[in-house]
C-alpha cells in the first residue's frame, strides 16, 4: 500500500506544479521592433549599437525589423549633405563609418562566424542583416520628405514606408527598442 501512495503523491504533485506554473516555460521567439531614430551625424554610438543588437536578436531566435526614423534617415541616403550632393557620392554615410577592428572581433566571437563574415561598414551590416539574416528594414518615408530626400536615394537595404505602414509595425512589435 505504501509502495502505491508515493508515485500518486508524485503524480499529484507534478500535475500540481505544472498547473500553477512551477515549471519554466520556453521562451517564444518575439517580434523585435529596433526603432532608430538618431543619424551618425549627430550620435554615432546609437545608430552603431542597432546592428549588433539586431543581430544578437535574431541569434537568440526572434523575429527582428528595423525602422529607420528621423534624423537617420540621413544616415542611410546616398550623397546626403552639401559635400556628398557637390561630387555626386553614390554612397551613405553607414558605407563610410568602418566597423573597428576590435568590434569585429567581437562580434565574430559572440556571434560564433569567422572574422571574414563579420562586415567592415555599417553599410555592409546593414545588407547582412537584410539579406542574410532576414531582418526587415524599412524608412519613414515622410521624414524623408521633410529632409527632401528622395526615396530613389536610399541604400537598397531600406525599403521606404508610408505611415500607414510604420502604424503596422509598431502595433505588431511585442517589443521596441528605441536608439
Known sequence: ???????????????????????????????????MKTSLAVDDAQICAVPNVAWAAVKAGHKVTIL?????????TKGFGWFRKLIGSESTALDHAGLPERERQSLSEQMGVPLEQVPHNYGEYFDVLKNKL????????????????????????????????MVDVFASADRVIVY
Open 134 to 165: 532576414g531582418v526587415e528594414v524599412y524608412g519613414n518615408q515622410t521624414m524623408m520628405l521633410l529632409y527632401n530626400i528622395d526615396p530613389a536615394r536610399v541604400a537598397s537595404s531600406v525599403t521606404p514606408v508610408p505611415l500607414a505602414k
Open 68 to 76: 529607420v526614423d528621423a534624423s537617420a534617415v540621413t544616415s542611410v
Open 1 to 35: 500500500m505504501k509502495r502505491r501512495i508515493v508515485p500518486v503523491l508524485l503524480m499529484t504533485f507534478t500535475a500540481l506544479a505544472w498547473n500553477i506554473g512551477f515549471w519554466i516555460q520556453p521562451a517564444s521567439a518575439a517580434n523585435i521592433l529596433i526603432h
